[in-house]
T-cell receptor, first 114, second 112 residues
Framework: EAGVVQSPRYKIIEKKQPVAFWCNPISGHNTLYWYLQNLGQGPELLIRYENEEAVDDSQLPKDRFSAERLKGVDSTLKIQPAELGDSAVYLC????????????FGPGTRLTVT | AQSVTQPDIHITVSEGASLELRCNYSYGATPYLFWYVQSPGQGLQLLLKYFSGDTLVQGIKGFEAEFKRSQSSFNLRKPSVHWSDAAEYFCAVGDSNYQLIWGAGTKLIIKP
């Protein structure tokens, strides 16, 4: 069974530039999560999808961050414009359902904003 | 508010020695508890989970954890560590909204 796929693995951009991250969850997983992880810290939830509906986006900085999950499968997270403080690892995870606590994580995208 | 505390930022253990990583949580109801491991450049991998029932939970890679309600703890143990266990370990609790609240992690260093 293929795991959660994320691309790119690494991205370096200048501040004020846009950037997008892509995630393909495990087949059949209805719930998809985007997390931000800073060095030496645990993941912080940005947004959670149940199928194509964003059920929790309270932690997403909506002035510059946006996300979509068309057709309830793949998802894209975008930052526009990026700021220096956005440098972090962006993790995507999926689970069978919201109530199924076991989440499966992708390898993450390491973003560096210069 | 719910929270998870991992008191040790780093732990150094000799290869072959036993390991215990501490995790304390603050949560009003019966928690769902998880331990994940993150190797450098890798995503988080679930080691084990506690939902209910037997308070001693067995996981992958020879790890186990014990849920102690009276101490609000869910400590991770392994009887004999291997060099490949060097990684960062995260404890998490699932809240009533089915979100995971994460600890800050403990970095495990293995001495040869």
């Amino acid at each position: 069974e293929a795991g959660v796929v994320q691309s790119p693995r690494y991205k370096i951009i200048e501040k004020k530039q846009p950037v997008a991250f892509w995630c393909n969850p495990i087949s059949g997983h209805n719930t998809l999560y985007w997390y931000l992880q800073n060095l030496g810290q645990g993941p912080e939830l940005l947004i959670r999808y149940e199928n194509e509906e964003a059920v929790d986006d309270s932690q997403l900085p909506k002035d510059r961050f946006s996300a979509e999950r068309l057709k309830g499968v793949d998802s894209t997270l975008k930052i526009q414009p990026a700021e220096l403080g956005d440098s972090a690892v962006y993790l995507c995870a999926s689970s069978l359902s919201m109530m199924q606590g076991e989440q499966y994580f992708g390898p993450g995208t390491r973003l560096t904003v210069t | 508010a719910q929270s998870v505390t991992q008191p040790d930022i780093h732990i150094t253990v000799s290869e072959g020695a036993s390991l215990e990583l501490r995790c304390n949580y603050s949560y009003g109801a019966t928690p769902y508890l998880f331990w994940y491991v993150q190797s450098p450049g890798q995503g988080l991998q679930l080691l084990l989970k506690y939902f209910s029932g037997d308070t001693l939970v067995q996981g992958i890679k020879g790890f186990e954890a014990e849920f102690k309600r009276s101490q609000s703890s869910f400590n991770l143990r392994k009887p004999s560590v291997h060099w490949s266990d060097a990684a960062e370990y995260f404890c998490a609790v699932g809240d009533s909204n089915y979100q995971l609240i994460w600890g800050a992690g403990t970095k495990l260093i293995i001495k040869p």
